[in-house]
Each structure stands twice: as C-alpha cells, then as structure tokens.
C-alpha cells in the first residue's frame, strides 16, 4: 500500500493527497514563478495519484501569455501548481510547500537561472540550468 502525502493552501479550504512524485524536483527562477509565489523562486515537483480532498470549488486556474496554467486558491491566493501549454489536469506540477507532511524529495536543479533575481544567491552544490533542464 502506498503512502499518501498530504498538503493544503494557507487558508487549508483546499486540501490534496498524491500517492507518489515524479522523480526530478527543481527551483524555477523564470520572472512569472518568481512572481506567482512572491519569492526568489518556485520549487515545483511533478506527482501521480493527486486527489483534491476538498476545496475544489476554491481552486482557480490563470492561463498566463505563454500558455502555461497557474493553478492557486481563490480564497487565500496561494501558489499550488502550474501546467505547461497543452498539459492536462493531472499533469500539474505542485508547489512544494504546499506539503503539509515531511515528503522524500531533495531539489536536482536549479532552472531557468538566466531569470534570477539579482539579490538570489544560486546554491553551488546543484546543477543550474540557464533555461529548462535541455538549455
């Protein structure tokens, strides 16, 4: 039986459980990441199984210039995934720290550094892409 891992957004009206995740995990420095979570960057991870418990009602979706979806609360605003162009549903990615459990990830990459903000400061032990992980 697998473990689910738990999560919600800051007001916890939106609730999801993911039966697993996919295997990289990176530090998106793009300007749109960066602006969608308020922060230097935005840590996404890939998952399989996700189930959203309750709050489906509050989950809003923002389909940005680039064609990716943002996907984030309607009632607190937080950041809890985003989609490439053409992705269905279950092929979001979900912000990290939306987990409300301990999960066993560590962060493989840093992407899209050519965006960084200029107060960042890359951690030299990862690898860093200057786009996505093929640039």
Request: charged share 20%; hydrophobic share 35%; glycine share 10%.
């Amino acid at each position: 039986m697998s473990k689910k891992f738990k999560g919600s957004c800051l007001c916890g009206n939106i609730r999801f459980s993911v039966n697993e995740f996919r295997e990289k995990v990176a530090n998106f420095h793009c300007t749109m990441c960066r602006k969608f979570n308020g922060a230097a960057f935005g840590t996404l991870v890939g998952v399989k199984g996700l189930h959203w418990l309750s709050g489906n009602n509050l989950l809003k979706e923002f389909i940005v210039p680039n064609g990716t979806t943002r996907t984030f609360c309607s009632n607190c605003g937080s950041s809890l995934g985003f989609r490439v162009k053409g992705e269905p549903p279950e092929n979001i990615e979900l912000a990290i720290s939306t987990f409300d459990v301990d999960i066993p990830l560590k962060v493989d990459a840093q992407i899209y550094t050519a965006y960084k903000a200029n107060w960042c400061e890359l951690q030299p032990e990862l690898p860093v892409y200057s786009e996505g992980r093929a640039g």
